[in-house]
């Protein structure tokens, strides 16, 4: 095997992608770097005599001192024509598949590009050195937060779901809502801040009050629509609640179990009295809904306002 076909170590250049040409059997260049080694290589082929076409070539290239651009700007702008450029890259591409080079050269020819690169500039050195091209420089994906654990996820999903059933809730809110739910009990208590990391990795959004708001797109389980639905602004008993449950869509084993006392959407506020959960209500706000033993709406009465 000729010597020119060897690397450095012993390794065979044949088992470099791209390098394909088995004999690179041209004079070496002393070039250390790929556009060094495309400049002299330029002039080597074209030789001094014709230092329009050196310009040309190394125009298109990119080795000017501008980005390189497309075959019909540089054509215009040298005052030929398309072909005649391509003709001239290809005699240096000739002899460039053929020009023995450094492993050094190589690495650097066909790292990755890097943001400040000029991509094709570099792409077309490769191809006229006869090596793989470069890839084109993309941003390093998001590295995922390994803060959020997959259980603080599980909760911020419930919490989500909560979210989009009955609106924006505060912190403290929606934390005693995801922990109500019974599979969270014998666990280390999620706290404010790690639901709210867990909350913002699946996209839900705090406002400038302070509270969240369901992730875009996520829809209401329709469970969770009957429950806000049926129950939403009245004080019910347990078995009034297991009832909307079981209306719900609950089995009645479920319903009056597990359900009646971890449901993330149902709030203890007294004894044997419970609400669907809702936003703190504002000082002023007024008096709080009260239920009718029938169960419908009433509102405190209000004295009468004088008409005169």
């Known amino acids: 095997m000729h010597q020119s076909n060897i690397c450095p170590g012993g390794a065979s250049v044949e088992l470099l992608r791209g390098y394909r040409h088995r004999m690179r059997d041209g004079v070496p260049l002393p070039g250390l770097s790929p556009p060094d080694v495309v400049s002299q290589l330029a002039h080597r082929v074209l030789g001094p005599l014709l230092a329009d076409r050196v310009r040309l070539v190394l125009d298109y290239h990119g080795l000017t001192g501008q980005p390189a651009g ?7 702008r040298h005052g030929v024509s398309t072909v005649t450029v391509s003709n001239h890259v290809r005699a240096v591409r000739a002899a460039g598949a053929r020009l023995p ?35 084109p420089w993309r941003p390093a994906p998001m590295p995922r937060d390994d803060a959020v654990p997959s259980s603080a996820l599980r909760v911020a999903r419930v919490a989500a779901r909560v979210l989009a059933a009955v609106g924006p809730l505060e912190d403290d ?54 429950i806000v639905t049926g129950a939403a602004g009245r004080e019910l008993t347990r078995t009034q609640m297991i009832e909307v449950l079981i209306t719900a869509g609950y089995s009645r084993s479920s319903a009056t179990g597990r359900m ?19 936003r703190s209500r504002p000082e002023g706000a007024g008096d709080p809904v009260a239920p009718s033993p029938g169960g419908r709406v009433l509102r405190k009465a209000e004295p009468p306002v004088s008409r005169w």
């Open 173 to 226: 809110t929606l934390l005693a809502a995801v922990t109500r739910s019974r599979r969270f009990r014998h666990r280390t208590p999620l706290t404010a801040t790690s639901l709210a990391a867990a909350l913002s990795a699946l996209g839900a959004v705090r406002g400038p009050d302070g509270r969240w708001s369901a992730p875009p797109g996520l829809i209401t389980p329709d469970r969770y629509q009957v």
């Open 260 to 278: 009646s006392s971890s449901h993330p959407l149902f709030t203890r506020v007294a004894p044997d009295r419970y609400r669907v959960i809702s």
């Open 101 to 135: 080079i450094p492993p050094a050269v190589i690495t650097a020819a066909t790292r990755r590009s890097a943001p400040s690169d000029d991509h094709l500039s570099r792409v077309r050195i490769a191809r006229t050195l006869g090596l793989p091209v470069p890839s």
């Open 70 to 76: 497309t075959l019909r700007g540089i054509a215009t």
